[in-house]
């Protein structure tokens, strides 16, 4: 599977941005989706992920109330709709997949015992 991301760009502060992640190659629907970000000079962070199904859903503190994660199975795509961004939101944006329960723990895992990653798309957002 190749993970294809996309939508990142430069906004405003207060602007929104909708961020996708497809796959090609194979079905994603057995695979717990994820986004993570990763600033210069920072760690990776988790952002949020999302169930096979769809119906759980985990979010970092830092962006609970502002973004939105969403999948489409028929697509073999994950979303993530960021509202309201803030300069501290600047980051590459990497998606992932890891059949892994959803919550906090699902960030906590090397790089490696992910399946899949995408390439990272590159969000700005000016003050």
């Known amino acids: 599977v190749q993970l294809q991301a996309c939508g990142g760009g430069l906004v405003q502060a207060g602007g929104s941005l909708r961020l996708s992640c497809a796959g090609t190659g194979r079905t994603l629907n057995y695979y717990a989706l994820g986004w993570f970000r990763q600033a210069p000079g920072k760690e990776r962070e988790g952002v949020s992920c999302?169930?096979?199904?769809?119906?759980?859903?985990y979010y970092a503190d830092s962006v609970k109330g502002r973004f939105t994660i969403s999948r489409d199975n028929a697509k073999n795509t994950v979303y993530l709709q960021m509202n309201n961004l803030k300069p501290e939101d600047t980051a590459v944006y990497y998606c992932a997949a890891g059949r892994f329960l959803v919550g906090s723990s699902w960030f906590r895992r090397r790089q490696d015992e992910y399946d899949y990653w995408g390439q990272g798309t590159q969000v700005t957002v000016s003050s």
């Open positions: 999302i169930s096979s199904t769809g119906s759980s859903t």
